[in-house]
């Protein structure tokens, strides 16, 4: 087998410590990463060939790591294995924006780290990147795999039946499979990473 690039290995690992330590706040998490930082721990996938591009919102991203950088531990330091991973993430806008406002159109970007398009790829688990400007709301959407969501910056979350939420910086949001949800800023621009297992 071949061994995983070093940077990603360490945010993968930042990413489980993170959830472990804030899963006390959401028991739904446990079942969910466990299986997802499992299958992690084998290398399955090539390195993607899929080229970096850049996107207005790409300049929200040193605010956001400021920010990041201020979280309790570990978050510091995903937000650090974060920048030293960036130089090589595929920066995209969510499908059908161009459908939606200007102001989201520009102002958001999706970057899969592990799964298609990703660092590495593989088709049983996705590990990505959302990264938003300030004053933007995400559209409400829903998909069959369940979701974490590890905060790392701003931001406030809304999910069907329930209120905003804003989980601060190492708070996690759990999405349930298909349930209605959303994301929205404020003055300040949002960061966080996620995980499903589409296995």
Not at 103 to 108: A, C
Request: glycine fraction near 8%; hydrophobic fraction near 40%.
């Amino acid at each position: 087998m071949i061994a995983r690039d070093p940077k990603l290995q360490h945010f993968l690992d930042l990413t489980e410590e993170a959830i472990v330590l804030a899963a006390h706040s959401c028991e739904a998490v446990r079942p969910a990463s466990s299986r997802i930082f499992a299958a992690l721990r084998t290398r399955t996938g090539s390195r993607s060939n899929v080229a970096p591009e850049s996107l207005p919102v790409r300049g929200a991203l040193d605010t956001a790591l400021r920010l990041a950088d201020q979280g309790p531990l570990p978050i510091p330091r995903l937000a650090s294995a974060l920048a030293e991973l960036s130089p090589d993430l595929a920066w995209r806008r969510r499908k059908g924006a161009e459908k939606q406002s200007s102001n989201f159109f520009d102002g958001h970007a999706n970057a899969v780290v592990v799964g298609k398009d990703g660092i590495e790829l593989r088709d049983d688990v996705l590990v990505g990147i959302s990264l938003m400007a300030p004053q933007v709301r995400y559209p409400n959407h829903q998909h069959p795999p369940e979701e974490i969501y590890v905060s790392l910056a701003g931001g406030a979350w809304w999910k069907e039946g329930g209120i905003w939420n804003q989980p601060g910086s190492g708070g996690l949001v759990y999405n349930e499979p298909n349930v209605l949800h959303a994301m929205a800023t404020d003055d300040k621009p949002l960061l966080a990473v996620w995980c499903l297992w589409v296995g």
